[in-house]
């Protein structure tokens, strides 16, 4: 008889949280993500126009959820890699909301900060705060910031296109705001303490 | 006349400023009214969602509650742009699906003196208004300058006809309506199988070498296709293949040169519009060229068609139309 | 009175076809529901006399949930149309006497559907609890199937069920 | 007159006695509804054991029992062992009362404390109803020894022959112009790989020359009225433009009739047919049936080039469509499946796609008696492909589509990959959700696939495309599918792909099942009386389903159940007459009034107006007991056996505990 060693206890407990991180990943989701349902067939892995780049077929992310594995998914890149094509969505013939599933495992990713790459993160980021300040998107601050951050090496080549945005007029120096900006922002407040207490 | 709510969508007054021009100058000839939604705010694009659900819903759905105070006349609202479009009828039928959500978001709204109970508006697509509710004879009946002699291949992107929550599309995966639009106003319509491919959406700012793939599988087969320009309905669309063309030729080595105009942009001229007043000339790829093919700037050189080859083959099944499909789901 | 304490009896109709086979279903198939509702089976919905109703409600029933095949799937063609029409005037009755029309529900339920039959009584249940008791020809005494503890009405024998509502 | 009432509460084993304290109930029952009559209440393990039911017979006869109350499993399980058992003690069957506290307790309740108090209820509604029972006598109806099969499909067939071998008449109907069904346009039947028709021809032949089958093809059931034993069924027999008496099969008029018409039916839309046909060379009956839609002369006025060269004068233009009436005990549906439409699934391009084929255009396409002879080629009419894909699943086990499961589908594609290997000696992939091949001798046919060196992916495909990514890739249909047993993204060029499309009901499975009087699932399947136990007969006495109507099955399962259907109706005709439940309604000539308000709501015609005494009458032959006419008479004129009004007062106040108040 082998000796009950503490990986298999600790295995044993992971066991115990498959269902609740499954159950998580569902609760956080918009909508009724169906993720029990999927019977791992592949659709949505086949589906994808990103699958090649990905760590981890969506599918596997699912088989993962349900083993419990919270680490690994939550430092996979397939969320960041999304591209919110739905072609998954419309295929799955078992109704699983994949790509909110993909909006959802991003959110964990970022609390827990277990993403490899912030590239993805932090794009997301910066174009929320420039929502958040002045309501609308705002590409030429949003574009600058970040290739500065994370591709500086190829703003230079990014430059004629930006240019050529720029001079045709397709890319505002100065950035909009709305009106009732502090209407916005205490919007965004409640619907951040709510999701704080939910 | 027919009126709708719009909801422009960030994109519109920058980088699809072209989308807006040529929007603005065939209203008046569909008699189309569209109300601007007073103090509209970005819709998240697909960056809110992915940080926090309940301030992203809350954000989009700010923008719903805003144009139920405009309501007069109609509920309806329209969006040219496909993420923008998307983002609202997602927030809509969430908010239905999952109760609490809706409660939520409510609740965040509350603190800005706003409400939205979900249901209470119709969330479509600018195209949809055009076929659907315009319709296509109406359309046709304004050409002027029929687009004979130009190849273009419809390119719907990926959010417009997916995920479809209120079934208004013709087909998930090979849509019809843009190919009829353009076929009305006698464009040279190529069947394209990459029409709903996604155009690599975020991925140009976050993962440049996967979008870049994208891109070239989409202007690859259309030059495969000898298209002289795609047409497309959204702004993400047309900004990451005409913007990021040149840099995609870079990485792979090619020398595509695919315009990309917006689909009103082909209206406005086949409605007799000046290109200038279309926002023709504002993308960086140029349609010079292909636009040349068009009767008025340079004689239209006609291939004759091929003398068709007696089929001798196997007959093919009928192909599958909106009806049928409507049949049979009211069983 | 405090509505979550209060068990509401109700009685329950179904058809011999499609709404007691669902309730059978739901049994076979070990789905949990609320317990209030005790069945009458009669052949078809269109058996129910609205009289059933109104004697169930003075007799203590605090509500009463007609059951059926789904429209168009009667076993005797048409009849369940004719349950929904009483059904409906029946309703208007009782706003008439003064009792809540929502005592009374008509849910269709095929045999096939075991789950719908459990979620929908105990869906039912939840109504009539946030209603209260009716005390419509009830004695002082309550007839509550599970909480009733009252020596001569009590189904419970060992006293450890719930306080017995006010 | 008190009653001498005995209360039997039965354990289930654990399943009852698990969740309610049966001792409890039973001394309960004994000690509170004394009054109302119980002499004796007892609980046992089994009540519906031969030892159980030995115990309610001795009670009855030696403690003198009136009325039987048995809490135990739900009426449609056991009410008829109960009753039967009281029968056989000398009681009246109607004067026992099944109050379930398992199906309706027990089973959905999980505390026992609560568990107990309900079925005291239950068991003094119960109680209080069993007063008011009246003793009934069942009805006795002669059967009607002729039957009705509909649906001349495999299934079908086996079932008229059974009948019809064993001496009794079958009256088998066709929609089509020729009976075979689905089966004649196979090529091969899996796993054994014999030729279809083959096995089948013989079976049509002689039930087309049988002596007690009359076979009624290119016609339509229109309508069925009456009950078990006695059926009056209307046939409406379409107008073949061709006199069957004088015809003899020669088939002339197809040779010279000019117009081609595409086949969509049998050819399944890849070859062609003739206006005037019948649909294939082995046609039973060999006569054929003018399509009207398609003749020049119904569209023109003018050609008759068939009637010219008739050698026989068999072709008449005049004539119309028929209606006949049959006289029927039994009936027998074996309607059959519809093909998933393929198109519906548009990512995987039938339709849009020249070399995306159905498994119908393939079977045709591999059939020597097919439009290509046999030749597995491309749409181009010619071109052997190098390597195929098929595609599993499509239509099936998909929520977008048809959630369940259409069961041929795995067999099939592999059937199909061992075809192409064989004929081809192309490179054949399958891909599966998951395979399915249980039953004898499929998992074998499995392992030989494997052996021929067929290919196979895990996952279901994602789309096939012909967008080509890859010089390798243009000009093929490109499969794109995860492999999910290696979690990688493939793009498999091939040069033809086959859908292997679902089963779904017939389009018109609700109209037909409503006028046989039968119901379908969720799905559209026909329901069976029970799903493991009864699974040909129906909730409808007389009327039997077989083959796919009632769910998606192959060949074997077809046949066995057509021949299952046939034992059941034989024994029927041999029981000669029918025993039926007595719960009908009927009118009390005093009270009726004849205001003739229940007339129109009886759906069975059963209620007349009587002019001459003014009032209604009620013909218990035609009555269904719904009780519709008794809920509705204003004057209480109408009463319904075993649902009285009384009956039901009763159990509702013994349900309430109304009973318990002694005066």
Redesign the interface.
């Known amino acids: 008889m082998p000796q009950m060693t503490d990986e298999r206890v600790r295995a044993g407990m992971n066991r115990e949280e498959d269902l609740s991180l499954l159950h998580e990943v569902s609760m956080k989701t918009a909508g009724v993500s169906h993720l029990e349902m999927c019977i791992q067939c592949g659709t949505c892995g086949g589906s994808c126009p990103v699958a090649e780049d990905m760590d981890h077929t969506p599918r596997m992310l699912f088989a993962m959820l349900r083993a419990g594995i919270r680490e690994e998914v939550l430092r996979s890149n397939t969320p960041w890699l999304c591209v919110s094509c739905y072609h998954c969505v419309v295929r799955c013939p078992q109704e699983v909301h994949i790509a909110d599933v993909m909006y959802t495992l991003k959110g964990m990713a970022i609390h827990a900060k277990l993403y490899t790459d912030s590239t993805a993160p932090h794009f997301s980021q910066t174009f929320v705060g420039m929502v958040e300040t002045f309501g609308r998107g705002y590409e030429l601050g949003l574009a600058t910031r970040h290739y500065l951050r994370h591709f500086p090496l190829r703003l230079p080549g990014m430059m004629p296109m930006g240019f050529g945005m720029i001079t045709k007029g397709r890319m505002a120096i100065i950035p909009k705001k709305i009106k009732h900006i502090d209407q916005l922002t205490k919007i965004l407040n409640r619907a951040k303490q709510l999701e704080l207490t939910s | 006349m027919n009126k709708y709510l719009l909801y422009p969508g960030c994109s519109m007054d920058s980088s699809a400023k072209a989308y807006m021009e040529s929007l603005n100058s065939i209203v008046e000839p569909l008699d189309l009214h569209l109300e601007e939604i007073e103090d509209w705010n970005c819709c998240g694009a697909t960056e809110y969602l992915g940080i926090n659900l309940i301030p992203a819903y809350s954000l989009i759905a700010r923008n719903l509650a805003l144009a139920t105070k405009q309501m007069n006349g109609t509920r309806t609202v329209v969006a040219p742009c496909s993420a923008c479009y998307l983002n609202l009828a997602k927030a809509d039928y969430y908010m239905q699906e999952r109760p609490t959500l809706g409660a939520k978001v409510n609740e965040a709204l509350a603190a800005g003196g706003l409400e939205y109970k979900a249901g209470t508006l119709d969330v479509r697509h600018l195209i949809d208004i055009l076929v659907y509710d315009v319709g296509l004879e109406a359309i046709r009946s304004k050409v002027v300058r029929p687009l004979s002699g130009l190849k273009v291949v419809p390119y719907m992107g990926c959010m417009l006809p997916r995920p479809d929550y209120q079934h208004r599309w013709s087909d998930h995966e090979h849509p019809t309506e843009l190919d009829d639009l353009l076929r009305a106003l006698g464009a040279d319509v190529i069947d394209y199988p990459l029409t709903t491919e996604c155009c690599g959406g975020h991925m140009t700012q976050i993962g440049p070498e996967s979008a870049f793939e994208l891109i070239r599988r989409l202007i690859s087969d259309a030059s495969e296709r000898s298209a002289h320009m795609m047409v497309t309905v959204c702004p993400m669309c047309q900004m990451n293949i005409d913007a990021y063309q040149n840099e995609t030729n870079h990485f792979f080595g090619t020398n595509y040169h695919m315009p990309v105009l917006f689909f009103t942009q082909l209206m406005g001229l086949a409605f007799g519009k000046e290109p200038g007043k279309l926002g023709i000339g504002l993308e960086l790829v140029s349609s010079r060229n292909a636009l040349a093919n068009l009767g008025i700037e340079v004689p239209v050189t006609q291939e004759p068609a091929a003398p068709r080859k007696k089929d001798e083959g196997l007959p093919m099944p009928r192909r599958w139309t909106k009806h049928e499909g409507r049949k049979e789901e009211m069983k | 009175m405090d509505n979550d304490h209060f068990e509401p009896t109700i009685i329950g109709f179904t058809c011999n076809w499609c709404s007691y086979r669902a309730s059978d279903l739901a049994g076979t198939a070990r789905m949990k529901y609320a317990p209030n509702v005790r069945l009458i089976r009669l052949m078809c919905s269109g058996r129910l006399d609205p009289t059933f109703v109104l004697r169930a409600l003075s007799a203590g029933a605090d509500g009463v949930m007609i059951t059926g095949c789904h429209p168009g799937e009667c076993h005797y063609i048409e009849q369940n149309y004719k349950a929904l029409r009483r059904y409906l005037l029946l309703k208007r009755v009782l706003s008439g006497l003064g009792i809540e029309p929502e005592r009374v529900k008509l849910v269709w339920a095929s045999a096939a559907e075991g789950a719908r039959f459990a979620s929908e009584t105990t869906l039912f249940v939840e109504e009539v609890r946030k209603l209260g008791p009716l005390n419509w020809g009830k004695d002082s005494d309550q007839l509550s199937v599970i909480s009733d503890q009252s020596d001569n009405w009590s189904l419970i024998t060992d006293n450890s069920s719930e306080e017995v509502p006010a | 007159m008190t009653e001498r009432i005995g209360v039997y509460v039965c354990h289930c084993g654990t399943n009852i006695a698990g969740t309610v304290d049966v001792v409890?109930v039973a001394n309960?029952a004994a000690e509170k509804l004394k009054h109302q009559g119980v002499v004796i209440a007892r609980e046992y393990k089994f009540m519906c054991s031969s030892l159980g039911q030995e115990l309610i017979e001795k009670d009855i006869k030696e403690l003198g029992l009136t009325r039987v109350v048995v809490a135990a499993c739900?009426?449609?399980l056991h009410e008829k062992t109960f009753r039967t058992a009281a029968k056989n003690a000398g009681l009246n069957p109607y004067l026992v009362e099944l109050a379930?506290i398992?199906?309706?307790?027990s089973?959905?309740?999980?505390?026992k404390?609560?568990?107990?108090?309900?079925s005291?209820?239950?068991v003094s509604?119960a109680v209080s109803r069993v007063i008011e029972n009246a003793a009934l006598e069942e009805i006795k109806v002669p059967i009607n020894p002729n039957t009705l099969v509909v649906g001349g499909g495999i299934a079908g067939i086996q079932s008229a022959l059974e009948i019809a071998n064993a001496g009794f008449h079958v009256y088998l109907v066709e929609r089509e112009p020729s009976i075979g069904g689905h089966m004649s346009q196979f090529d091969k039947t899996f796993p054994t790989l014999d030729c279809s028709a083959c096995i089948l021809t013989p079976r049509m032949v002689e039930a087309g020359t049988h002596p007690n089958i009359t076979l009624l093809t290119w016609s339509e059931v229109t309508n069925v009225a009456g009950y078990v034993g006695n059926f009056h069924v209307t046939i409406k027999k379409k107008a073949r433009f061709v006199n069957e008496e004088l015809c003899t099969g020669c088939g002339i008029c197809q040779e010279k009739c000019p117009k081609k018409v595409?086949d969509d039916v049998y050819e399944a839309?890849?070859g062609y047919r003739k206006a005037v046909y019948t649909p294939f060379a082995q046609a039973v009956p060999n006569f054929p049936v003018m399509d009207k839609e398609n003749c020049t002369y119904f569209i023109k006025g003018t050609c008759k080039a068939c009637e010219k060269f008739c050698p026989t004068n068999a072709i008449d233009f005049t004539q119309q469509d028929q209606l006949i009436n049959v006289d029927v005990g039994n009936i027998i549906l074996a309607t059959g499946y519809d093909l998933f439409?393929a198109?519906?699934v548009?990512?995987y391009g039938?339709?849009?796609l020249?070399n995306v084929f159905?498994s119908i255009e393939f079977e045709r396409l591999s059939n020597a008696a097919g439009?290509?002879s046999g030749n597995i080629v491309?749409?181009?009419?010619k071109t052997t492909p190098k390597s195929v894909g098929i595609i599993h699943?499509v239509g099936s086990?998909?929520?977008?589509f048809n959630n369940y499961c259409s069961v041929i589908c795995c067999m099939q594609g592999l059937k199909f990959a061992h075809l192409v290997h064989e004929r081809t000696g192309a490179t054949v992939y399958n891909f599966y959700?998951d395979m399915r091949t249980a039953y004898k001798a499929y998992d074998e046919f499995y392992q030989r696939v494997l052996e021929e060196g067929t290919l196979f992916v895990?996952?279901?495909?994602?789309?096939v495309?012909?967008?080509?990514?890859k010089e390798s890739e243009k000009g093929k249909l490109i499969i794109?599918?995860?492999?999910?047993l290696a979690?990688?993204?493939r793009r498999i060029p091939v040069d033809m792909v086959i859908l292997s499309s679902g089963l779904q009901p017939r389009?018109d499975s609700?109209e037909v099942g409503?006028m046989f009087?039968i119901?379908?699932?969720?799905d559209?399947w026909f329901?069976e009386r029970h799903p493991k136990l009864d699974p040909v007969a129906t909730?409808t006495e007389g009327v039997f389903i077989v083959g796919c109507a009632q769910g998606p099955k192959d060949i074997p399962s077809s046949v066995a159940q057509g021949a299952a259907a046939a034992a059941r109706v034989l024994d029927k005709i041999l029981q000669k007459e029918v025993m039926l439940e007595p719960?009908k309604a009927s009118i009390n000539k005093e009270t009726c009034s004849g205001c003739r308000i229940c007339n129109g709501?009886c759906?069975?015609n059963a209620i007349a107006y009587i002019e001459d005494d003014k009032i209604s009458d009620i013909n218990p032959a035609l009555c269904?007991?719904?009780?519709?006419c008794?809920?509705?008479c204003p004057a209480g004129a109408i009463s319904?056996t075993?649902?009285s009004?009384a009956q039901?007062?009763a159990?509702?106040?013994g349900?309430?505990?109304?009973n318990?108040i002694t005066a």
């Open positions: 409890d309960w739900s009426p449609h379930s398992r199906e309706q307790v089973w959905v309740h999980s505390n404390t609560i568990g107990t108090a309900k005291k209820a239950v509604g595409i839309g890849l439409d198109r519906r548009s990512s039938y339709g849009r020249p159905t439009p290509t491309l749409r181009d009419g699943c086990r998909d929520k977008n959700i895990r996952g279901k495909v994602a789309e495309t012909k967008a080509a990514r794109q599918v995860e492999d999910t979690g990688k993204q389009a609700k409503k009087g119901s379908c699932s969720m559209g329901t909730m719960i709501l759906p069975f269904q007991g719904c009780g519709t008794v809920a509705a319904g075993g649902f009004d039901i007062m159990q509702i106040d349900l309430l505990l109304r318990l």
